[in-house]
Structures are given as C-alpha cells and as structure tokens.
C-alpha cells in the first residue's frame, strides 16, 4: 500500500493509477464479451425454439437473480478476498459461456440463470474496490470510465457478433471440430466471450486487493451480513435517498429501452433507421454526460445527482407531449446525459460515503436496484404501454389524444419525478467524519 497524496483528481488521474488501469482494460474487454454473447444468447434461444417468448425467457432470468444473489454476493465482498472473487468468478463464467453453442434450450436456461448469479458476485466485489485503486479526487471520473467500459462496447459488439457468426459457418471441414462448429453457428460469439473472461481474470490477479477493512478471520454469515446491511442503509437517510434515485433513475432507462422502438414506429410514424438514431443519440449523450460531470460536481455531488434524476423524469415527459421526430433526437442526448451523471455520482457517493467493511452489501444493494429498476421500466411499464390503445384528456373540443405509447413514457416520467422527489434527503449527506475510506488505506500506485 502507498499513499495517494493530494492528486487534483479527474480522468487523467484515474488512468495513471496502474491497478486501476489493469482492471478498466480487463472491463473493457470483458464488456465487449458480454455484449456479444448477450446477442448470441438471444439468437440461439430463437433458433432452438423458433418462439419470440423464449428470447423473452432469457431476459427474464438475467433479471430475477438479483432479488437474491446480489445481496449474497455483497456479503461475500465483505469477507472474502475481492481478488480471488473476481478472478473465480470469470473463470466460472468462462467455462460455463463456452458450453452453451452446444445445449439445448433448458440447460441455456440454466446457464443464463447461474451466469448472472456468479456475475452478481462478481460486481460487488469489483464495484467496492474501485476506491481502493484511484486517487480520492478521480473517483466519479473511475466510474464513468467503468461505466463507459460497459455500454461503449454495444456498437462494436454487434458488428463483432455478426463477423463471428459467419466465420462460423465458413469453417473449412478439414480443421478440428468444424463440423460442430458449423452446426452451431454461435459457437465464435460465445468462445470469443469465454476468452474475454480470461482475460479478465489475468489483468485482475495482478490486482494489490484483499479483504474489506476488518473481515480478517471473519466467517461468512449470510443472513447475518444482509441483516446487518439491510441496517446499515435504513440507519443512514441519505443512503435510503439515495437508493430511491437510483431505482427511478434505471427505471427511465427500462422504459425507453421498452417503447423507443414502438414510440418511433408507431407514435412519430418513423423507422427502424430512425429507431437506431434514437439509441445511438442516447448513447453519444451518455458520452457528454461522462465527459461534463467533473464540471458539473462543484456544484455539489448530491445537488447534481437529484437533477439528474429529476431531468430524466422531465425529458421522458417532454417526449410524449411533444412527439416531433427531432424533438425525440435532442431529448435522447440529454436523457443519455442526465442518466450516466445520475448513474456515476449514485456510485462515487455510496463508494466514498460507506465504509469499506460493508461497502461490498452496499454495492450488491446498487447493482440489484440497477436490474430492479430497468426490469420494472421494460416489464411494467412497458407492459402499460401496449395495453393502452388510444387515451382522451380533456372535455368538448379542447382534448388531448394519448396512444399507449405517450402513455407509457409520461407515466415513467412522473414516477421518476416522484423518486425524485423522495431522494432530496441526498442533499443532507453528512461531511466527512471517517465513515469514507482513510487515504493512507487506498492501495494506489
């Protein structure tokens, strides 16, 4: 361990800690693995079923664990060695990715099921040890550059996703295993993300982490810790504040990741083109909302992030009263900005804010509200919206006409405008008295 000293902090900053760069070049690459293998999860369940519900079934099971794994894996965090966490649970994920060309569609249930329990083991223990590898100062810049590791590597995926599955079926016969290998036409996506996982657990194992501040010795206690993690978060009203942000914050983003493509199609009468805008703009405003939060936090972290939040409800209104095609483009920039803001400083702040010996229950917590929240946003919400035909506001001549659509996002609009209204207790997040991790305890570089 050394000291970090006074740093100035910002993106710089973080990329110069080497521990910290290991683990963002393994996240980058892994991430790309993820997003490829995610879309060979969706072909290959199509393919074996030739049914929409069972791509649908898929999703489903990448949401239902965190109701449980992640608070395990959090507890997991905070008494064993992060390192060997991570490392064990790519290599887990490794083996189980590389057999899934080769099942049918039960056992790719299952394995979509366990490979996002041991994934949810994997992020706590990631997630609580960013603190340890940056400089005080760069911490929301180490995560928008783990952020952006993660959704920056979707437009590259799908092309990559594409050139492996036709590598695939051009195999010539003479090589090993190419007829099974033709016969999967996956097979690539899905070795290509194995191996990415591994390349993941090198950069890792190099890592100068250990165990939480105080777990030395201690037994691993489940409903023991989530009790006591469950504690720790109704003791603390800001941390409560905080977590009602961050599930609407995620819920805006199920929402628009549920009716984008019909709101488009259907409600503004476009294309399948202009729906890939749409999802591109968002993107390039997360982008922006990366590169201006350093600016943005000396106004004040907590101030920020409530809104932030409080703009992603607005937007989403905005969008559905007012459903004009470039209206939607200019609201997917600052939706994209608003949310990766909201996003980032929800994470420097329960980082630098909790304490390291049970920082890994509180980031379990976070990344179970992340799937919470964009499940409730896709699912619920998006469920209203097509159950919805069209909606009458208004009386006589003087009304307003709704499709399911602009009903779906101006609903997820108000309840964000409502969590965000439960989330002001942010705002009293009390100055520093210890509770953050001590500089001379970051192990940077």
């Known amino acids: 361990m050394s000291d970090a000293g006074p740093a100035p902090g910002g993106y710089v900053d973080a990329w110069r800690s080497s521990p910290f760069r290991r683990l963002l070049v393994g996240q980058s ?3 790309l693995g993820d997003w490829v293998a995610t879309l ?6 199509f393919s074996l079923t030739g049914n929409q519900a069972a791509v649908a079934v898929v999703l489903i099971l990448r949401l239902v664990p965190p109701m449980f794994a992640a608070p395990v894996g959090g507890v997991v965090a905070d008494r064993l060695d992060r390192r060997l966490i991570m490392v064990t649970s790519d290599l887990s994920r490794a083996a189980l990715i590389a057999l899934v060309p080769f099942v049918g569609i039960a056992l790719l249930y299952v394995i979509a099921f366990v490979h996002e329990c041991i994934s949810l083991f994997f992020l706590p223990a990631r997630d609580a040890s960013v603190p340890h590898l940056v400089p005080e100062g760069s911490l929301a810049e180490a995560n928008g550059l783990v952020l952006a590791s993660s959704y920056g590597a979707l437009p590259v995926a799908a092309g990559l996703f594409g050139a492996l599955r036709l590598a695939a079926s051009h195999i010539p016969t003479g090589l090993p295993f190419a007829g099974p290998l033709r016969a999967h036409p996956t097979a690539f996506a899905f070795l290509f993300d194995a191996a990415t996982f591994l390349f993941s657990a090198a950069m890792i194992a190099g890592l100068p982490l250990g165990r939480a501040e105080g777990a030395g010795g201690q037994r691993v206690r489940l ?3 989530v009790a006591e993690g469950t504690r720790y978060v109704l003791s603390h009203a800001w941390l409560r504040a905080l977590a009602a942000g961050l599930l609407v914050s995620m819920l805006g983003g199920g929402v628009l990741f549920a009716i984008g493509i019909a709101f488009i199609r259907e409600t503004l009468h476009g294309s399948d083109v202009q729906f890939g805008w749409l999802a591109a703009l968002w993107g390039a ?3 922006i909302g990366l590169g201006i939060v350093r600016a943005l936090v000396r106004r004040g972290e907590a101030q920020v992030f409530l809104a932030a939040v409080t703009l992603c409800g607005a937007v989403l209104i905005t969008m559905a009263l007012l459903p004009f095609l470039w209206l939607s483009f200019v609201a997917a920039v600052a939706f994209g900005a608003a949310f990766s803001v909201a996003i980032v400083l929800a994470l420097s702040l329960v980082q630098r804010e909790t304490e390291d010996r049970i920082r890994g229950r509180i980031m379990g917590g976070v990344q179970m509200l992340f799937r919470i929240g964009l499940g409730a946003g896709a699912l619920g919400v998006g469920a209203l919206a097509h159950s919805v035909g069209q909606l009458r506001i208004g009386l006589g001549n003087v009304a307003l006409r709704l499709d399911g659509n602009q009903v ?13 209204a439960a989330s002001i207790g942010v705002t009293r997040i009390p100055p520093h008295d210890g509770a ?3 500089r001379e305890d970051r192990q940077v570089t």
């Open 223 to 225: 409903f023991e810790g």
């Open 285 to 287: 405003g997360m982008g």
């Open 408 to 420: 779906g996002l101006i609903a997820g609009g108000i309840l964000i405008l409502l969590g965000a």
């Open 29 to 31: 690459v892994s991430s």
């Open 436 to 438: 953050a991790e001590p």
């Open 40 to 45: 060979a999860f969706i072909a290959t369940a």
